[in-house]
C-alpha cells in the first residue's frame, strides 16, 4: 500500500506552490489514521471544503482510494470535478457546509487554502471541526497573509502590470494541467491575512490542537510561477529550503488538528 502511493504521489505535477508537497503532508496524517483504526483506504471518509474542480486534493486522494466529498459555493467548479470523477471514489456537491445534512461526519475533514477566502474563518473552522467523527482529524492548509506569496501579489496588483498577468496566467494555465481553468472560481480573492499566531487562534476557536505541523513553499506568486518556477531545480530547491526556515519567513503552512481534551 505504502508503495503504491508514495509511486502515485511523485504523479502529482510539482510547482513552485507546492501543490504536491501538500497532498503529501495531508496523505501521511491520513495513512497514520488509517493504520491505527485498520482496514483499507475506502474504510476513510473525507471532506474536502472548497474543494474547487477537485484537481489539487480531492481528485489525488480518490486516487488513492479514499471516499471523498468534495464541495464548493462555485457551480462549474463542481460540474467539472463529476466529469472529471466518473471512476473514482468521490462525490463533489455545490453546496454549504452548513447546509450539508446533518448526519454526515467524517474521518477527516479538509480546509486547503480556503480560509483566506471567507469572511469568517472561525466559524467555518469551527463548523468543519463539528464534523468530525470521535478521533478525526481537520487538515489545513493556508498561505502566511504576510508572506512572499501574499507580497508578490500585493505588489503585482497594485504596480498596474495586469496586462503582463493576464499573458502569464494563459501560459500558467497551459502548463499547470488544467489547475486554473475556467471550471474555477476566480471571484473568490484572498479576503484575509493570517499571521501565524492568529490562524493558532482560529483553530483554538474551533476546539482544535495541532497535532503536526509543517512549513509549505517559499514562494508561488503568478511572477515568480511563470519565471522561477520553470525550473524543476529551483522548485525542488525552495520547497527544501522553505521546512528549514522559521515559518514566518515562508509563504504557505500546512496544520493537522484534533478535538481538544475539552472537546472530545
Ligand atoms: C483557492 S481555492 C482552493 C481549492 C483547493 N481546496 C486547493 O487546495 O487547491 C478556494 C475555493 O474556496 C471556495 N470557497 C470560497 N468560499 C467558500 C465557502 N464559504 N464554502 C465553500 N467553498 C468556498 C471557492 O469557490 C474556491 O473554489
Known amino acids: 500500500m505504502q508503495q503504491h502511493i ?14 504536491r508537497k501538500k497532498v503529501c503532508f495531508f496523505v501521511d496524517s491520513i495513512e497514520a489514521m488509517r493504520q491505527s483504526k485498520g482496514g483499507g483506504a475506502e474504510k ?23 471516499s471523498v466529498k ?16 466518473v471512476d473514482l471514489p468521490a462525490v463533489f456537491e455545490c453546496v454549504l457546509l452548513e447546509d ?9 475533514v479538509i480546509l486547503s487554502d480556503v480560509l483566506e477566502h471567507v469572511p469568517d474563518p472561525h466559524q467555518l473552522c469551527s463548523q468543519a471541526a463539528a464534523r468530525l467523527k470521535p478521533n478525526g482529524i481537520l487538515l489545513i492548509s493556508i498561505p502566511n ?13 497594485w504596480s498596474g502590470i495586469g496586462i503582463l498577468m493576464s499573458m502569464l496566467r494563459a501560459i500558467l494555465r497551459r502548463r ?16 484575509q491575512f493570517f499571521s501565524r499566531p492568529a490562524i493558532a487562534r482560529v483553530i483554538a476557536a474551533g ?16 511572477v515568480t510561477m511563470a519565471t522561477l518556477g520553470r525550473s524543476r531545480a529551483i522548485i525542488e530547491f525552495t520547497l527544501r529550503l522553505a521546512n528549514m526556515l522559521p515559518a514566518w519567513a ?15
Open 6 to 19: 508514495d509511486s502515485f504521489l511523485q504523479t502529482i505535477p510539482l510547482e513552485l506552490h507546492g501543490h
Open 44 to 66: 476513510v471518509t473525507v471532506l474536502e471544503v472548497g474543494c474547487s474542480n477537485g484537481v489539487t486534493v480531492a481528485m489525488p486522494l480518490a486516487k488513492i482510494g479514499y
Open 70 to 85: 468534495g464541495i464548493d459555493l462555485h457551480q462549474p467548479s463542481i460540474d467539472a470535478a463529476n466529469a472529471a470523477a
Open 100 to 108: 450539508l445534512g446533518e448526519q454526515e461526519l467524517f474521518d477527516v
Open 145 to 157: 497573509g504576510f508572506g512572499l506569496y501574499e507580497i508578490e501579489k500585493f505588489i503585482v496588483k
Open 176 to 191: 499547470e494541467r488544467g489547475l486554473f481553468d475556467d471550471a474555477y472560481n476566480h471571484d473568490s480573492p484572498h479576503i
Open 207 to 222: 476546539g482544535l490542537d495541532v497535532t503536526r505541523a509543517q512549513n509549505g513553499c517559499l514562494l508561488g506568486g503568478d
Open 250 to 264: 515562508v509563504s504557505t503552512w500546512y496544520f493537522e488538528c484534533r478535538a481538544d481534551a475539552e472537546s472530545r
